[in-house]
C-alpha cells in the first residue's frame, strides 16, 4: 500500500522568505515522488518528480526536493517565495512504473506582503 | 496551444439528473484519466483509459461511467447513483501509464448539485 502524508495544511510565509513544505511517504516499493501546484480554480501543475535518479530534485519556479529514503520523506523547498507562489500543493506518490497516484490532503501556501 | 480543455467549468444539476463532463485534449496522449477532488483532500480516481474503447475503474467509480470512443476525447458522466456528486472534477493525459509518463490536467469542471 502506498500513502503519503502532508505534514502542515497550511504554511503563511513573507514574500523573499524561504518555503519548506514537509511530506512523509509510505510505500512497499521504490516509491516515484511528484509534487503538485495548483492555483485557484485551476488544474494542477507538476512542480517536479523523483523517479529513483538524483535525490536532490530541481523543478520549475525556483523549487526543489530532496528524496531521503532513511526519513521516508520528500520536502519541498524554495529559497525566496514570491507572491505567485500562493497556492496549493499537493505531494504525490506512485509505486514505480505504476500509472496510480495516491495524492496527500495538500498544502495551502500565504505569500504576506 | 497544445492541452487539455474542460468544459463547462461551473455545472449546476438538480438531484436525480445525470450529467456529462466534457474532456478533450490534443496532446496525442494514450492515456486519459478523470479524478475527484474534495475539499481538503488530494485526488482521487474515478476511472482511467489506457488506449481507445478501453477503460477502467479506478478507486471510486460508484455512480459515475465513462467512454473513451476517439483518441482525444474521455467523457464522464455523473449519474443519480452517485450518492454525494458536488465536487470539483479534473481531467488528466498522459502519454502511457507507466510512472515515468507525468500526467497533464485539464482546468476541472465545479459540479454542484442543488
Keep these: 500500500a502506498q500513502s503519503v502524508t502532508q505534514l502542515d495544511s497550511h504554511v503563511s510565509v513573507s514574500e523573499g522568505t524561504p518555503v519548506l513544505l514537509r511530506c512523509n511517504y509510505s510505500s512497499s516499493y521504490s516509491p516515484s515522488l511528484f509534487w503538485y501546484v495548483q492555483h485557484p480554480n485551476k488544474g494542477l501543475q507538476l512542480l517536479l518528480k523523483y523517479t529513483s535518479a538524483a535525490t536532490l530534485v530541481k523543478g520549475i519556479n525556483g523549487f526543489e526536493a530532496e528524496f531521503k529514503k532513511s526519513e521516508t520523506s520528500f520536502h519541498l523547498t524554495k529559497p525566496s517565495a514570491h507572491m505567485s507562489d500562493a497556492a496549493e500543493y499537493f505531494c504525490v506518490v506512485s509505486e514505480t512504473n505504476d500509472y496510480k497516484l495516491s495524492f496527500g490532503a495538500g498544502t495551502t501556501v500565504t505569500v504576506r506582503a | ?37 474534495d475539499p481538503g483532500q488530494g485526488l482521487r480516481l474515478i476511472y482511467y483509459s489506457q488506449i481507445v474503447n478501453d477503460f477502467q475503474k479506478g478507486d471510486i467509480a460508484e455512480g459515475y461511467s465513462v467512454s473513451r470512443e476517439k483518441k ?8 443519480s447513483a452517485q450518492k454525494n456528486p458536488t465536487a470539483f ?21 465545479r459540479l454542484t448539485v442543488l
Design chain 2, 72 to 79: 482525444e476525447s474521455f467523457p464522464l458522466t455523473v449519474t
Design chain 2, 89 to 109: 472534477y479534473l481531467c488528466a493525459s498522459s502519454n502511457g501509464l507507466a510512472v515515468t509518463d507525468t500526467q497533464y490536467f485539464g482546468p476541472g469542471t
Design chain 2, 1 to 37: 496551444d497544445g492541452g487539455i480543455t474542460q468544459s463547462p467549468k461551473y455545472l449546476f444539476r438538480k438531484e436525480g439528473q445525470n450529467v456529462t463532463l466534457s474532456c478533450e485534449q490534443n496532446l496525442n496522449h494514450d492515456a486519459m484519466y478523470w479524478y475527484r477532488q
